[in-house]
Each structure stands twice: as structure tokens, then as C-alpha cells.
């Protein structure tokens, strides 16, 4: 004799809805932002379900691309491109006050004009700050450290489509030509 238990109903039902995969079995997301290597603002992209759920969707740079999500951007598509020209038109006009500036950098360095350390992403970062820019380290393209005195033209890129140089002069810091002694 066997004895059947009963299930409760809707105990085969999956737990979670199924998420639209596109053709290569990613996630596909609809960007509210433009991101760099992956699309533009509207755009239905494919990406990996680990970069969807602890990037993208939780920085609120993309959603879930669902029918309704797609409906409503093929509706407004025109004014979503009006909005992104505008962004994109705001940043060249800053890229473009950035360049005209120059920063100066203050660095402990020995007489021939090697630095004690370096200078990298984080000083030009606050040395931007005190001239009231605000820019992530990550937005800065260095080659790598600056390690002598001297003018640089360093790169930053403030979106895929908008880059500037920047020219950052790196002296010796006033009174101390030698490293400080602990």
C-alpha cells in the first residue's frame, strides 16, 4: 500500500519569475543611463546576470527590459535622444573649461627633479576639487605615475563620446626639498 502526501497548490510554481534572456542567454536590460561599453540611454542590451544584478540595476544605471519597459521607450525614443544630446553637449562645454585650466601640484622631490613618491589619479582628483571640479578618479587616463617635475597633459574622459586634456604642472613643494624625517 502506498501513501500519497499532498502538495500544497502552487508548489511547482517556480519562485521567481523568469527574467528575458536574449539570444547569447544573458539578462536583457534597458538602460536609463548611457554606459560605456555597454550602450546608450534607451538602448535593450544583453549582459551577464552578475554585472545586471550587482551593477547595473542596483546603481540605477539600467531595468529589467520588459514589453512595457520597451513600449514606453520606443514612445518617448525621441525625447530620451534630445535629453542625451543635451548631457552630451553640457559635458563638452565642461571638457572644454577643464582644458583651458591648468592645476599645480606641490610634490617633495630631490634637485634633479625626481619626486620622493608620485603623482597620480587621487592628487589631480583634489587638486581639481580645490579649482572646484568635480571629477572621479576613474575619469582620469593616466599612463601611468607622474614621477619627475615637469608639465603634463593628462587625459580624462568624461563620458564614451567626450575626452579633454588637461595640463597639470607638478613642483617642488615650497620648503622641503628633502623627504620628511619620522
Not at 80 to 95: G, V
Request: proline content about 5%; glycine content about 8%.
Amino acid at each position: 500500500m502506498t501513501t500519497k502526501t499532498k502538495k500544497a497548490p502552487g508548489a511547482n510554481k517556480p519562485r521567481f519569475r523568469r527574467l528575458p534572456t536574449g539570444p547569447r542567454g544573458g539578462v536583457e536590460l534597458l538602460l536609463i543611463h548611457s554606459v560605456e561599453h555597454v550602450g546608450h540611454q534607451g538602448d535593450v542590451v544583453e549582459v551577464k546576470s552578475g554585472y545586471a544584478f550587482n551593477y547595473l540595476i542596483p546603481q540605477g544605471l539600467a531595468t529589467i527590459a520588459t514589453d512595457h519597459h520597451k513600449r514606453m521607450v520606443d514612445k518617448h525614443k525621441v525625447k530620451l535622444q534630445q535629453i542625451e544630446r543635451a548631457r552630451q553637449t553640457q559635458l563638452r562645454k565642461l571638457a572644454a573649461s577643464i582644458a583651458e585650466q591648468s592645476i599645480t601640484i606641490e610634490a617633495k622631490a630631490t634637485d634633479e627633479g625626481h619626486l620622493y613618491g608620485s603623482v597620480g589619479a587621487p592628487e589631480i582628483v583634489a587638486a581639481l576639487k580645490k579649482a572646484d571640479v568635480t571629477m572621479s578618479i576613474d575619469q582620469i587616463k593616466l599612463e601611468g605615475p607622474l614621477k619627475e617635475l615637469g608639465l603634463y597633459t593628462i587625459k580624462f574622459h568624461l563620458s564614451s563620446e567626450v575626452e579633454g586634456d588637461l595640463k597639470v604642472w607638478v613642483v617642488p613643494a615650497v620648503g622641503a626639498d628633502t623627504p620628511a624625517s619620522s
